[in-house]
């Protein structure tokens, strides 16, 4: 089955600075790739999402980027703020099916 | 904005009790999940439902069980409670077709003593 890991576990920028957030897969049938935000005491919400038909895909501060070829797929945040910390989930899918999630990346935003 | 809900949001309660954590969605979503969120925040998939009727167990063994009457309601019970039951619960929903996200509640904090 497919195997996503996630680095790095922790991450800690000041304000401002940007933030990226690494996955790899070994499924290469994946073709769907979501990235996840949970804030402390909530459910994991959608902030971005990547299909394989693309390279690349923004939404205002947060990116996506993804390497089909190296089986790997990148969060981006950029300028960012106090309220961006939290834990930052990504997975791989195909076609939608059963989710893998990485194991996690736990952002602070220093102010 | 999903509209998928969980209840209760905090249960304690004592060892051997049956409890029955709920899940609805408004969304008219043919697939529902429940996850398994341990402290290092790692999620498990415990059980699934890609519509009425239709129960699957997911890769974390859990000595839970679900059902799914309806297509918008999917609880899950735990017939005897343990503390090694203790964890928070994820329910999540998800329309048949492809390539779409998983629209997560809130979540249920269970502590069992």
């Known amino acids: 089955g497919e195997n996503v890991e996630q680095h790095p576990s922790t991450l800690s920028v000041q304000e401002g600075d940007s933030a990226v957030i690494k996955c790899t897969y070994s499924d290469s049938a994946s073709n769907y790739f979501p990235w996840y935000k949970q804030e402390l005491g909530k459910g994991p919400q959608l902030i971005i999402d990547?299909?394989?038909?693309?390279g690349e895909k923004k939404d205002q501060r947060i990116a996506v980027t993804l390497n089909k070829t190296a089986k790997h797929f990148s969060l981006h945040i950029t300028e960012t703020q106090p309220e961006d910390s939290a834990v930052y989930f990504c997975?791989?899918?195909?076609?939608?099916?059963?989710?893998?999630f990485g194991t996690g990346t736990s952002l602070t935003v220093i102010p | 904005e999903a509209d998928i809900y969980q209840t209760p949001r905090y249960l304690v309660i004592g060892t051997g009790k049956k409890i029955t954590l709920e899940c609805s969605q408004t969304m008219g979503h043919d697939k529902m999940y429940w996850y398994q969120q341990d402290p290092g925040m790692e999620l498990h998939l415990i059980h699934y439902?890609?519509?009425?009727?239709?129960?699957e167990k997911g890769d974390l063994s859990s000595e839970s069980t679900v059902s799914r009457i309806r297509t918008e309601h999917f609880p899950l019970t735990l017939e005897s409670a343990r503390p090694s039951h203790t964890s928070q619960y994820l329910c999540a929903s998800q329309t048949l077709q492809g390539w779409e996200t998983q629209y997560f509640g809130p979540g249920t904090r269970l502590l069992v003593l």
């Open positions: 439902s890609y519509g009425v009727n239709s129960t």
């Open positions: 997975a791989a899918s195909v076609w939608g099916n059963q989710f893998y």
């Open positions: 990547i299909r394989s038909n693309v």
